[in-house]
């Protein structure tokens, strides 16, 4: 079954910890994505990625980082520069809309939700 | 001011009702609306895409776009308690750009 798996579903870091989140797609797809969403606030970009080997930054990049090394992959590091990372974090990949924009729906992992304590 | 607003909800509703979801937008690069739907601890899944202004009708949803406004919204008929979740409102570019930008999320609670 093509899709999106991010890993792992629940994660717990001390102070000071970088952590990294996994996000693994099958779906073939050229654009991934990384948003951050918190009560109240929706989904709020942190990074994403058009093709290996380049990414851009989002609205809330500051304390993260990212890689594309390959295709299907596209983890996410929450640094210790990261003041609030207590959040549930979303990854997304989307086709490349290309010369037919069309309907290129971005689809969904179900969620890292990453606690500090 | 913020590229995208959405009104903030919550919202309760009883079942059967017509439910208007809205958003507003600065920027005129965008080309193509969506709403997505998000159950509770679950990732969103889009719900309706169009890229002009004029109404498209799927079902029991309508979205409807205003270019010349910077508006957007998404109407449900005959709500149902299923339909109880956060909606979303997403905007991106055309061409290469593949940036994608999410409203703040409205709850819906439909009351059976």
């Known amino acids: 079954d093509g899709g999106i798996t991010q890993s792992p579903k629940y994660l717990f870091r001390k102070e000071g910890q970088n952590v990294t989140l996994s996000c693994e797609q099958n779906?073939?797809?050229?654009?991934m994505y990384w948003y951050r969403q918190d009560p109240g606030q929706g989904l709020r970009l942190i990074y994403y990625s058009q093709i290996v080997n380049d990414f851009q930054k989002g609205d809330i990049a500051e304390g993260y980082s990212v890689s594309r090394e390959k295709k299907e992959s596209f983890p996410l590091t929450v640094t210790s520069a990261q003041k609030n990372p207590t959040a549930f974090y979303l990854c997304?990949?989307?086709?490349?809309?290309?010369?037919?924009?069309?309907?290129?729906?971005?689809?969904f992992g179900q969620g890292t939700r990453l606690t500090v304590v | 001011q913020k590229e995208v607003e959405q009104d903030p909800g919550p919202l309760s509703v009883p079942e059967g009702a017509i439910v208007s979801l809205n958003c507003t937008y600065s920027n005129s690069a965008f080309q193509y609306f969506m709403w997505y739907r998000q159950y509770s601890r679950k990732g969103p899944e889009l719900l309706m895409y169009?890229?002009?202004?004029g109404n498209k009708e799927d079902g029991r949803f309508t979205a409807q776009v205003d270019k010349s406004s910077k508006y957007i919204s998404l109407f449900i008929r005959d709500s149902q308690p299923s339909d109880s979740a956060t909606y979303l409102c997403a905007f991106t570019y055309g061409g290469a750009t593949n940036k994608l930008i999410f409203g703040t999320g409205t709850l819906l609670a439909v009351q059976p």
């Open positions: 779906l073939n797809h050229d654009a």
């Open positions: 997304a990949s989307r086709r490349t809309p290309g010369q037919n924009p069309g309907n290129t729906e971005a689809f």
């Open positions: 169009t890229y002009s202004s």
